[in-house]
T-cell receptor, first 113, second 114 residues
């Protein structure tokens, strides 16, 4: 089975712009979670989707949003980018909520200048 | 919400030594505790996990122990090798809640010197 894929792998944006990141889960997996990884804060939960519905949301401002499509692919969007949004954005897929194993994608490295 | 503390933040050992990384969690409802290894520039990889109905789990050179009463769990790596060098993250989660949300510790950078 192919693993979790994320596109693009690297992105450079300017403050004030918006960005959309994409995640394709492992085939057959229907649950997708997003995490932000920074050196200072570590791995922080952004949101989780299952069957096109947001199941849970972390403590991030409304500029961070996401969605999931009927084929389980997920996108996250960050509007009005700030310098502090520079991070590695990771998605993780699992077969369903409450399943024990989650597998991470390679991440998208976002740099905001 | 859940809070996970991880210590130490860095750990240097000689090849062949053992390494121990400790985590504490705050939410007594947490019942699933995975450990991830992240090599430089790569994705976090699940290396071992433990559920709250088990006190210890072993997989070759890696073991994890859980003390529910004290709300702490530990990763033990024996006979360390240079390829064990990476950042290790512990996490806690509540399975059965309808979510898969993981709360992570801040990570431990393990350096194994030949």
């Amino acid at each position: 089975k192919a693993g979790v894929t994320q596109t693009p792998r690297y992105l450079i944006k300017t403050r004030g712009q918006q960005v959309t990141l994409s995640c394709s889960p492992i085939s057959g997996h229907r649950s997708v979670s997003w995490y932000q990884q920074t050196p200072g804060q570590g791995l922080q939960f952004l949101f989780e989707y299952f069957s096109e519905t947001q199941r849970n949301k972390g403590n991030f401002p409304g500029r961070f949003s996401g969605r999931q499509f009927s084929n389980s692919r997920s996108e996250m969007n960050v509007s009005t980018l700030e310098l502090g949004d520079s991070a590695l954005y990771l998605c993780a897929s699992s077969s369903r909520p409450n399943s024990y194993e989650q597998y991470f994608g390679p991440g998208t490295r976002l740099t905001v200048t | 919400g859940e809070n996970v503390e991880q210590h130490p933040s860095t750990l240097s050992v000689q090849e062949g030594d053992s390494a121990v990384i400790k985590c504490t969690y705050s939410d007594s409802a947490s019942n699933y505790f995975p450990w991830y290894k992240q090599e430089l520039g790569k994705r976090p990889q699940l290396i071992i996990d433990i559920r709250s109905n088990v006190g210890e789990k072993k997989d070759q050179r890696i073991a994890v122990t859980l003390n529910k009463t004290a709300k702490h769990f530990s990763l033990h790596i024996t006979e360390t090798q240079p390829e064990d060098s990476a950042v290790y993250f512990c996490a806690a989660s509540i399975r059965g809640s309808g979510y898969s949300t993981l709360t992570f510790g801040k990570g431990t950078m393990l350096l194994v010197s030949p």
